[in-house]
Each structure stands twice: as C-alpha cells, then as structure tokens.
C-alpha cells in the first residue's frame, strides 16, 4: 500500500485560509468516511484534530474544518494563526482494520 | 485522564527483535470501545502505521510489516507491547502508541526512540 498522497508543503499568511489535500484511491479515501487530521509540532506526538472527515474532537478550534470528495480528503485551517505552524497528517481506513496515512505536509505561518 | 507511555530499548541491534511496551494509566485497556494501536515516525520523515489489538487479543497488522510484528495485551497490567523481529536499520524510529477510537487515534504516547546499530 502506498501512502496517501499529500503535498509537501503549504504556506499562508496569518488571518488567511488554506487547503491541505488528501488523496487516495477508490480503496482507501474514497470507500470509507473514515479519514482523520493530525497536527504535529516539532518533537512531540501528533494531535488528533478531525476524525471520520469532517468531526473536531473536543477542545479543537472551529477554525479547523475537514471535507472529502471522491478519492481525495481536505484539511481547511480559516484565521491562520502563528500557532498553527506544524506538519499535518491525514490518515485513512483502509479496510481489515488497517490504516494508511498520508506523507505530510509542513505548513508555514509567514 | 488518560495517558500511556512507552518503553524499551533505546538501542537494538541489526537481526534482533525490537521489543517494547505500552503502559495505560486513566482508563482500562479492556473498554470494549477502544482499539490500541502501534505507530513508528523515521527520524525526519512520516507516520506509518505498524498495526492495533482489541483488548481480547485479536490483533490486525500493517500488510507491509505482517510477517515481522506481534502485538499482545495484558489486561492485568493495563499494558500492550510490541515486538518487532529481524529489524534492520531502516527500523530506525519514534515508536508512538496510541488509543484507537473508530478509526482516528485519539490519544498517544510521547513517543519513544529506537535506534538500530551495532
């Protein structure tokens, strides 16, 4: 199984919105509503921030928000925030109770 | 609240078994609503997911490391442990556990790293 496709990085400027995308296959992404989001700042464990695509755990801005279309699953982050600055993940349901995640991408505050 | 912690290991050598443990505290590792999972991070690079076990001991496995992993679960310990057979350097690692609830991991370890050298 290869990993979700992701793009390696993105960047915005504090107050603006951007899109991280997902992509999988008819498999993966595309099968199962069962995509999630993680956040992980440097040297520490990542932070769950959507599960099953769109749904914020407790305590998560609503500034995060997450979408699917097809094979391929988005991140929104509204308002960015110097704090906001991280590699995000997205990982997927695979089937078999398996799971695939995505190559990250690192996301700059300018 | 619920916290686990890794440990093992800090160095392990080429051809050896990479073992490790996962100790729950907060919550009982037999709730029927959670799965716990095992996940590695090569140092710079991305997650990968290694595999997860019910707290009956019905385990599933990454396709791409089911021939080298065993995950088991003492209930009486609260803990779940990990071992990983013939590791090469390309095992070299943050090993991160985790509580899998549904299908997103909800809360982990710190992490912890396993270097593969002689």
């Known amino acids: 199984q290869s990993a979700l496709t992701q793009p390696a990085s993105v960047s915005g400027s504090p107050g603006q919105s951007i899109t991280i995308s997902c992509t999988g296959t008819?498999?993966?992404?595309?099968?199962?509503?069962?995509v999630s989001w993680y956040q992980q700042r440097p040297g520490t464990a990542p932070k769950l921030m959507i599960y099953e695509v769109s749904n914020r755990p407790s305590g998560i801005s609503n500034r995060f928000s997450g979408s699917k279309s097809d094979n391929t699953a988005s991140l929104t982050i509204s308002g960015l925030q110097a704090q906001d600055e991280a590699d995000y993940y997205c990982?997927?349901?695979?089937?078999?109770?398996?799971?695939?995640f995505g190559g990250g991408t690192k996301l700059t505050v300018l | 609240q619920l916290q686990l912690q890794e440990s093992g290991p800090g160095l392990v050598k080429p051809s050896e078994t990479l073992s490790l443990t996962c100790s729950v505290s907060?919550?009982?590792?037999?709730?029927?609503?959670?799965?716990w999972g095992w996940i590695r991070q090569p140092p710079g690079k991305g997650l990968e997911w290694i595999g997860s076990?019910?707290?009956?001991?019905?385990?599933y496995y990454s396709p791409s490391l089911k021939s080298r992993v065993t995950i088991s679960v003492d209930t009486s310990r609260n803990q779940f442990s990990l071992n990983l057979d013939s590791v090469t350097a390309a095992d070299t690692a943050v090993y991160y556990c985790?509580?899998?609830?549904?299908?997103?991991?909800?809360?982990w370890g710190q992490g912890t790293l396993v270097t593969v050298s002689s």
């Open positions: 907060g919550g009982s590792i037999s709730s029927t609503a959670y799965y």
């Open positions: 008819s498999s993966d992404v595309g099968a199962f509503d069962f």
């Open positions: 985790a509580r899998r609830r549904a299908s997103a991991l909800d809360c």
């Open positions: 990982s997927s349901y695979t089937g078999s109770n398996n799971h695939l």
């Open positions: 076990i019910f707290y009956s001991g019905r385990t």
